[in-house]
């Protein structure tokens, strides 16, 4: 166990199906404060990993440890009280729920004389969910949905924030101000693991980036030179490395 | 002896055509997934259409055609197929659970017009005279009885083996893939509803076969035949012996008969006559967990699911 | 005549309205039409008559009856008594065997199958308990009150009406302004989203399955006072149980109730002016209406 980290990984095995595990043998770490990316080809197993750690998709073997804790057999909503919150890539908010109920839920796990101010601080960090407090949750559009899941795990002021993917489906502009956001939000102080297709967009504002291909880690490295590393366009644009030299 | 082999072919007779009705549920759940709480109301109306058809002009109540035999099983068939065809337009479509909703409330009309509509069904009191096969021979119990279970078991034996041939034949498969995979098989092209459509209404008209079978052995019919109770014996034969399974339909038909006849043998034979229907509860008890065992133990029934992919493949496989 | 019609139909539509809550409930939030719903109104019944005449025998001046009621203070004891017992035995139920389906992933029609069969089996075991002969909860006669020409209802009628409106306020309350009730509508809309809200799932799904219990055994105390007590007593009102639930639309707390008073002015219609035989086609007929014209409900979503 990495006991310094904010959350690790070791050896996790997981997926749908026992015979068929999707996340192959992983250790990752993320330290305390750092916005680490993880990067890879379709069907690589990034989701699957992050939904594994948070709890929603089978663990087979392996660990997961958020501090020096194990909290690899915890139930989902164990994990959030724990400081753990994951912010899917659809169906994240309720949409049946209003725009404030949707918040009092997330603070109903805090201790009573802390709900309101939680709420407040997290409606300062995106205003536009404080306008309409009655508005049902399904009527908003993509952009300001994925706000709301996000100030929804916020609430429960939470050391590591997990997403999956949160720009999926959203214009650029939306995406510059959803990036812009989390920025603002790791550099608070909250840990933040992001799983992303978008590879420029969030390595501009990421630590460090790990590579994930077919349920491996083969990659790591600062986000800086991930963004220049050759194997990175291969994955992802099907450019191929210079010939290497033949001797 | 003599009065064993005829309780031995009556016992069989009533069975098998639990068996039939089985037969049919296992079409529409075992190959189709469509939950029918209704079966009672199937059966019902097919003995009820088939009764109507076949029995002698009475002056108190319409119909009594006096129609051959066969005529009667044939128009049972059409009158539950229609029925069938009616609620599977309004259902099938929707969730799984409206269908087996909407079953209950059929079974629970059916049972009402047969109590209410007095002119045409008889009311309380049902149909009498129903023709019976051989009924020339009836003085003789052992022969009449040997003849009787023979149609039946005819009948049984034609129903199981065209289902079979029908499991394994193109449009059988089709309604595997689409209750395997519908996403594929409606990418294939296949029109999901109407298949599933076909496979109730072909459910349904075999449980209305079963009820004007069963109507022509024992001769009369009431309403009280066709209550709730029916549909969880058919249920809980269908789910013990194997859903999914021809073979499991008929063999929890005879099963769960036996079990039902020896266990209502064993409460007139040892309980007392003031609390013989207390212990009947108890009886209808004993079915009731039988489905929750069962469902809780092995979904699957005694005999499981035969998988089956064609029936050449076995000629195919190299079985020189 | 048709005043007193309505009276009736509206008595029996709450009591309707209370069982199709908890079916609503259990619906929306478990994902399946459970059968045995009914039998939970049945047991309820039972459940209540058994400590209430406990309590009248052990302590006679509880069987007073209370004012222009024609029950003493036994019969609300035993009420609140039924309402924990029949929760239990939801619990119970869920604990033996839908719960176990649910951790197989079982699909929702096996689930359905097993609510049928375990229905059967907790009706047969009533009626083998308690043998079918119908049961009061007394014996006291009750002198109808007139409240407008042609119009008389008894002081429990006019209670019942009372107790009923009292509860659907309350739950539609509980749903809408407490910490519980958010969490049961965000696991009816999205189980998983939930637990990674912080909701735990499983003590909800435990405190709706007691909810909708304690609802069918206020229902069947009700159906017990006002008419008779009989085994089969749920299982009798499960179609019109359904019909109301679907049509004000699943998950719909005011809708169930709603639904339930629909269904009961319609019967007490049919039965003024076609013939009580066919009161139990009513519930029938609505449910196709339904499925055929709105097949979301009044206040569902469609799908």
């Given at each position: ?5 904010a959350l690790?990984?070791r050896?996790?095995?997981a997926g749908y199906?026992r015979?068929?595990p999707?996340?192959r043998g992983?250790?990752f770490a993320?330290?305390?404060?750092e916005?680490?990316?993880v990067?890879g080809?379709?069907?690589a197993g ?6 594994a750690?948070?709890g929603?998709?089978?663990v ?5 440890a958020?501090g ?5 057999c915890l139930p989902a909503?164990?994990?959030?009280a ?8 659809t169906?994240n908010?309720?949409s049946t729920l209003t ?5 009092e839920l997330a603070?109903?796990?805090l201790?009573?004389?802390?709900r309101?101010?939680?709420i407040a601080?997290v409606?300062?960090?995106f205003?536009?969910?404080a306008?309409r407090?009655?508005l049902?949750?399904?009527?908003l559009?993509?952009?300001?949905r994925?706000?709301l ?10 050391r ?9 489906g959203l ?9 812009a956001n989390l ?5 608070s102080g909250?840990?933040?693991i992001?799983?992303e297709?978008?590879?420029?967009a969030?390595?501009?504002i ?8 077919e349920?491996?880690?083969r990659h790591?490295g ?6 220049h590393d050759?194997?990175?366009a291969?994955l ?12 | 002896m003599?009065e064993?082999?005829?309780?031995g ?8 055509t639990?068996a039939?009705t089985?037969?049919g549920?296992?079409?529409q759940?075992?190959?189709t997934g469509?939950?029918?709480?209704g ?14 058809l076949t029995?002698?002009d009475?002056?108190?109540r319409l119909g009594?055609?006096g129609l051959?035999?066969i ?5 049972a068939?059409?009158a539950?197929?229609?029925?069938s065809l009616?609620v599977?337009?309004l259902?099938?479509r929707?969730r799984a659970d409206y269908?087996?909703?909407a079953?209950?409330?059929v079974?629970v009309?059916?049972q009402?017009?047969a109590l209410n509509?007095?002119p ?5 009191f049902?149909i009498?005279?129903i023709?019976?096969p051989f009924?020339w021979l009836a003085?003789d ?14 009948t049984t034996?034609g129903v199981?083996l065209?289902?079979?041939?029908l499991?394994r ?6 309604l595997?893939?689409i209750?395997?995979d ?13 298949f599933?459509l ?12 079963a ?7 024992i001769?009369?019919i009431a309403?009280e035949?066709?209550?709730?109770m029916?549909t969880f014996q ?5 789910i ?5 399974n021809?073979r499991?339909?008929?063999l929890?038909a005879v099963l769960v008969w036996?079990v ?5 043998a ?8 003031e609390a013989q229907?207390r212990a009947a ?5 004993m079915?009731?967990l039988?489905?929750c065992?069962m469902l ?7 005999l499981g699911?035969?998988r089956?992919v064609?029936?050449h493949v076995?000629?195919?496989?190299g079985k020189? | 005549?048709?005043l007193?019609?309505l ?6 539509g709450?009591?309707?309205?209370l069982?199709a809550?908890g ?8 994902r399946f039409?459970n059968f045995a719903?009914g039998e939970?109104?049945?047991?309820g019944?039972?459940?209540?008559l058994g400590v ?5 025998t ?7 009856p209370?004012g222009?009621f024609?029950f003493?203070w036994?019969?609300?004891?035993g ?5 924990v ?6 619990l119970l139920?869920?604990?033996l065997?839908f719960?176990?389906?649910r951790?197989?992933?079982s ?5 359905v199958?097993a609510g049928?069969?375990?229905?059967l089996?907790?009706r047969?075991l009533?009626e083998?308990l308690?043998t079918s002969?119908?049961a009061?909860?007394?014996n006291?006669?009750q002198i109808a009150?007139k409240l407008a020409?042609?119009l008389?209802?008894?002081?429990d009628q ?11 306020l309350?739950v ?6 407490t910490a519980?009730g958010?969490?049961?509508r ?10 990674l809200?912080?909701?735990?799932v499983?003590?909800t799904i435990?405190?709706v ?13 009700m159906?017990g006072l006002?008419?008779?007590?009989r085994p089969?007593?749920g299982?009798d ?10 049509l004000g639309g ?10 339930g008073?629909?269904?009961g ?5 049919a039965?003024?002016f076609?013939g009580a035989e ?5 519930a ?10 709105r097949?979301q ?7």
């Open positions: 166990m990495n006991a310094d980290a690790s990984t050896g996790l095995v199906e015979d068929l999707v996340v992983v250790d993320v330290q305390p404060g916005l680490v990316v990067l080809p379709n069907g990034k989701s699957t990993f992050v939904k750690i948070a929603i998709v089978p087979f073997g392996g660990s997961v958020l020096s804790d194990d909290i690899t909503h164990e994990k959030i724990r400081g753990l919150a994951f912010v899917p890539q169906e908010i309720f725009i404030f109920e949707n918040l603070a109903d796990i201790p009573r004389p802390l309101r101010e939680r601080s409606e300062a960090i205003p536009d969910l306008k407090p009655n049902r949750a399904g009527q559009s993509g952009g300001q994925q706000m899941a996000v100030a929804r795990a916020l609430i429960v002021n939470p590591v924030l997990i997403l999956d993917e949160p720009s999926a214009s650029p502009r939306i995406v510059a101000e959803v990036f920025a603002a939000i790791n550099r909250v840990t933040i992001l799983v297709q978008n590879v420029k969030a390595l501009a990421a630590h460090r980036g790990v590579v994930l291909v349920g491996v880690l790591e600062p986000a800086a030179t991930l963004a050759p194997i990175i291969e992802y644009l099907g450019i191929a490395p210079p010939a290497k030299a033949e001797a | 003599i064993l082999i005829s309780y072919a009556f016992f069989l007779t009533v069975a098998l639990y039939i089985c037969l549920l296992n079409v759940w075992g190959q469509l939950f029918n709480v079966v009672a109301g199937f059966v019902g109306i097919g003995a009820y259409a088939s009764a109507l029995t002698p009475d002056p108190v009594g055609f051959p035999i005529v009667g099983w044939l128009g068939m059409a539950a197929g229609l029925l009616l599977g337009l259902t099938i929707l269908l087996a909703i079953t209950f409330g079974a009309v059916v009402l017009c509509l007095e045409l069904t008889g009311g309380p049902g009498g005279f023709p019976r009924g003085e119990r052992m022969t009449f009885g040997l003849l009787n279970l023979g149609i039946v078991a005819v034996l199981y065209g289902l079979e041939r499991l034949s193109p449009w059988g498969r089709v595997r893939a209750r395997e519908e996403q594929a098989a409606l990418a294939l092209g296949k029109n999901a509803f109407a599933r076909q496979a109730f209404v072909i459910g349904g008209a075999i449980m209305g076969l009820g004007a079978v069963q109507a022509h052995f001769g009369f309403p035949n066709y209550v709730p029916l058919v249920w809980a034969m269908l013990v012996g194997g859903s999914g021809n499991g339909a008929v929890g036996a039902w006849a020896a266990s209502a064993l409460i007139s034979a040892v309980v007392p006559p229907a509860a108890l009886q209808i008890v079915i009731g039988a489905i065992v809780l133990v092995r979904p699957r029934g005694i699911e035969v089956t064609s029936r076995n000629e195919a496989s020189k | 005549m048709i007193q019609a009276m009736n139909g509206l008595i029996a709450t009591m309707i309205g069982g809550i079916i609503t409930l259990t619906y929306s939030i478990l039409a719903h939970l109104i049945s047991w019944a039972y459940a209540a209430s005449s406990a309590l009248a052990a302590y006679a001046p509880l069987a007073t209370i222009p024609s003493g036994s019969l609300p004891i009420l609140l008594a039924s309402m017992l029949t929760g239990l035995l939801a139920v869920d604990v065997l719960g176990r389906l951790a197989r992933k699909a929702v029609i096996i689930l199958m049928f069969g375990a229905a089996t907790l047969s009533l083998f308690v002969k119908p009061y909860f007394t006291a006669l009150v020409p042609g008389r209802a008894t002081p006019l209670l019942s009406l009372a107790v009923s409106a009292i509860l659907v309350a539609h309350l509980l749903l809408s302004h519980i958010r969490a049961m965000a696991v009816s809309e999205n189980q998983q989203l939930a637990a809200a912080g909701v735990d499983r003590q435990r405190i399955w007691l909810l909708g219990a304690a609802l069918a055994a206020v229902a069947g105390v159906a006002l008419v008779q007590i089969h007593m299982h009102l499960l179609l019109p149980l359904f019909a109301a639930a679907i699943i998950g719909s707390v005011p809708g169930a109730m709603l639904g008073l629909i269904v002015l319609t019967e007490a219609l039965v003024q076609i066919w009161r139990a086609a009513v029938f007929v609505i449910l196709v209406a339904v499925l055929l014209l097949p409900g009044l206040f569902g979503r469609p799908a």
